[in-house]
């Protein structure tokens, strides 16, 4: 499977740096160092390509945060939180790969599902967490919205917020 995932990580890589429109068989091709034979043994069509990289997308800036938050059952709801917000802003992927998402989303229905999905399932866990954390009904729901939006609108400035400036921010949001 090392090719399938040198697909998906080289389609990562275009998309945050050229848009979804970067996304051709030609530019894979070149930056995987695969050959467009193996490209069509992995995947059946550009189509089930572009299913797929949302799908790893969901996979490496979505699931894998939750599992391994879930996992740290030794921590308690705030600590979690913690690590969850650290594990975030810690990450190296840049933020143009998530604004790229939610571009490409703009014009693909395919991607629009994706990237609601991907903000359901994330809005919906930190609000879990901030409720484990005590906070209730509203206050749980606009708190995550809040973080959620904080984040996401950071990978927008030019130049990038330094991740210990967010890390600041969304602590003051959490008191």
């Known amino acids: 499977m090392a090719g399938k995932t040198s697909w998906l990580s080289s389609g990562l890589e275009i998309l945050g740096t050229a848009g979804a429109h970067g996304l051709t068989i030609?530019?894979?091709?070149a930056s995987a160092g695969l050959s467009t034979g193996s490209f069509y043994h992995h995947f059946a069509s550009m189509s089930g390509?572009?299913?797929a990289l949302l799908a790893h997308f969901e996979e490496l800036q979505t699931l894998s945060y939750i599992r391994e938050v879930q996992a740290a059952t030794d921590l308690d709801a705030r600590a979690?939180?913690?690590l969850l917000?650290?594990?975030v802003v810690a990450d190296p992927t840049p933020a143009r790969l998530e604004v790229a998402i939610r571009a490409w989303a703009l014009?693909?229905?395919?991607?629009?599902?994706?990237?609601?999905?991907?903000?359901?399932?994330?809005?919906?866990?930190?609000?879990?967490?901030?409720?484990?954390?005590g906070y209730t009904g509203s206050d749980?729901?606009?708190?995550?919205?809040?973080?959620?939006?904080?984040?996401?609108g950071a990978g927008h400035l030019m130049p990038e917020l330094p991740p210990e400036r967010l890390r600041v921010l969304c602590?003051?949001?959490?008191g």
Do not use: N
């Open 171 to 174: 602590e003051r949001i959490l």
């Open 85 to 87: 917000l650290e594990l």
């Open 140 to 152: 749980a729901e606009q708190t995550a919205q809040i973080l959620y939006l904080l984040v996401l």
């Open 26 to 29: 030609d530019k894979l091709v």
């Open 80 to 82: 979690r939180l913690q």
């Open 107 to 133: 014009d693909d229905p395919v991607a629009a599902a994706a990237k609601e999905r991907v903000d359901a399932v994330r809005l919906g866990f930190l609000r879990e967490l901030l409720r484990e954390c």
């Open 49 to 51: 390509y572009r299913k």
